[in-house]
């Protein structure tokens, strides 16, 4: 538990330093916080386990979007339901950037699309060693620290929500493109501090 701690621990931290504090997504801000989002660590590693464990969640995200289309929003322990869901893998889980892709092939099939989920939700990945470069040709990058994180996530969004964010804000389409110049100018060094101060050593709740 104590391992799971800490990664949760380092994950709020890239959110709040990093992903917020970086102006990275224009959209995290109001749903940063439980429950509208949930910030959920699996001890498991095992691919089987992963693809189950994201099914739980996309139905628990699933459940919200059935709610909010009953127009059942007031109804009790519908507020509770999050919006948006980060599940934090260990990194043993995904050691490398193409471990996480690979798994993420077997979520999309199994969890979403054989679930039903397909046109509901969404998976995007984030890891330690993200690159934008497919094959991670090239020199070190700042702009590969806008999909890096301390340990691998995988963030269910539901479309519903990526479609309304897009239509408030009209330059959605350059955020990628702004993200990639912003680093760069903060440069690799810093952003490379700057991830690794989000994990640090932090005592366990008893």
């Known amino acids: 538990m104590a391992a799971c701690h800490r990664r ?3 994950t709020q931290r890239w959110l709040q330093k990093v992903v917020i504090g970086q102006r990275l997504c224009p959209w995290a801000s109001p749903v940063a916080q439980p429950p509208r989002l949930r910030l959920h660590a699996t001890e498991h590693t095992a691919p089987d386990e ?3 464990e994201v099914a739980r969640e996309a139905t628990l995200l699933r459940r919200g979007i059935e709610a909010h289309r009953g127009d059942m929003s007031g109804a009790a322990g519908v507020l509770e339901l999050p919006e948006t869901t980060l599940l934090v893998l260990s990194r043993e889980a995904a050691p490398e950037y193409m ?6 092939w077997r979520l999309q099939a199994e969890a979403i699309l054989e679930g039903g989920h397909g046109a509901e939700l969404q998976l ?3 890891h330690p060693l993200a690159v934008h470069s497919t094959y991670g ?12 994180s301390p340990y691998p996530v995988v963030h269910l969004l539901r ?13 959605a389409a350059q955020v990628p493109h702004v993200n990639k110049a912003r680093l760069r100018a903060i440069g690799l060094a810093a952003c490379r501090e700057q991830l690794l101060a989000c994990d640090v050593e ?3 709740a008893t």
């Open 8 to 10: 949760l621990a380092a």
């Open 50 to 52: 992963l693809v189950a």
């Open 99 to 104: 471990d996480l892709v690979r798994l993420s």
């Open 124 to 126: 995007v990945l984030f």
């Open 137 to 148: 040709e090239g020199p070190p990058d700042a702009a590969d620290y806008s999909i890096r």
């Open 159 to 171: 479309e519903m929500d990526v479609l309304a964010a897009v239509s408030r804000y009209p330059n």
């Open 202 to 204: 932090v005592p366990c």
